[in-house]
């Protein structure tokens, strides 16, 4: 399969501070982009998707404002967390897939433990 | 729209006996579904995955579900469970290739398996 590469892999930041997540795709041109979040022993929440070039759309009940996805280029996609809070300590993960291809999925990242304090 | 229940939270087997994990799907669209394995502060890693072709998929690991359109069901089973088996597993749905819903993945609940020695 495909290989997205999501960095960092863990976070530690200070609350009030922000953090960007970068998601990327190795070997293929990922024109969409999903952003997931996981709570400790839940399962995984679609928080948003972008498309390559266009603003992203969020799901209901995501701030926009607080969780930024750029989608600049086909390979690069990225989340930041502005003014974190201890509440947004979660696992982030992305996945990345390409219209117009045969892929029957879209490819996941190793996703990202952020923890803030 | 679509949705997936796992029915259980926890299961738990002996080592080397059958492992069943219940998911049920509902779309409104014709579905792709997914079965995912998560090992604690780990990614998911991809089991099998259903996309129109045989409606009984292998997976790796010994993993194989059986699609039943007539139950919405897409039910993981394995013959015989492993210690390593032990993890926490998800079941997933989205639309097929040329949908709205292409790539963007709904997730179940999560089904915690234990094995026992």
């Known amino acids: 399969g495909a290989v997205v590469s999501q960095h960092p892999s863990w976070v530690i930041c200070k609350s009030g501070t922000s953090v960007k997540i970068e998601c990327r795709s190795l070997?293929?041109?990922?024109?969409?982009m999903f952003w997931y979040r996981q709570f400790p022993k839940q399962s995984l929440m679609l928080m948003a998707t972008?498309?390559?070039?266009?603003?992203?759309?969020?799901e209901q009940g995501v701030e926009k404002d607080k969780f930024l996805i750029n989608h600049a280029s086909l390979t690069l996609s990225t989340l930041t967390v502005t003014s974190a809070h201890p509440e947004d300590s979660s696992f982030y993960i992305c996945?990345?897939?390409?219209?117009?291809?045969?892929?029957?999925?879209?490819?996941f990242g190793q996703g990202t433990r952020l923890t803030v304090v | 729209a679509q949705s997936v229940t796992q029915l259980g939270s926890h299961v738990s087997v002996s080592e080397g006996a059958l492992v069943l994990l219940r998911c049920n799907y509902s779309?409104?669209?014709?579905?792709?579904l997914f079965w995912y394995v998560q090992y604690p502060n780990q990614g998911l890693q991809l089991l099998l995955k259903?996309?129109?072709?045989?409606?009984l998929v292998k997976g790796i690991n010994g993993f194989e579900a059986e699609f039943k359109k007539s139950e919405t069901s897409f039910h993981l089973t394995k013959p015989s469970a492993h210690m390593s088996d032990a993890a926490e597993y998800f079941c997933?749905?989205?639309?097929?290739?040329?949908?709205?819903?292409?790539?963007?993945?709904?997730f179940g609940q999560g089904t915690t398996l234990q094995v026992k020695p």
């Open positions: 997933a749905v989205s639309g097929r290739r040329g949908s709205s819903n292409t790539g963007k993945l709904i």
């Open positions: 259903y996309t129109s072709a045989a409606t």
């Open positions: 779309s409104s669209v014709p579905p792709y």
């Open positions: 070997d293929f041109q990922a024109t969409t």
């Open positions: 996945s990345a897939d390409s219209w117009g291809s045969l892929n029957t999925e879209a490819f």
């Open positions: 972008s498309n390559e070039g266009s603003k992203a759309t969020y």
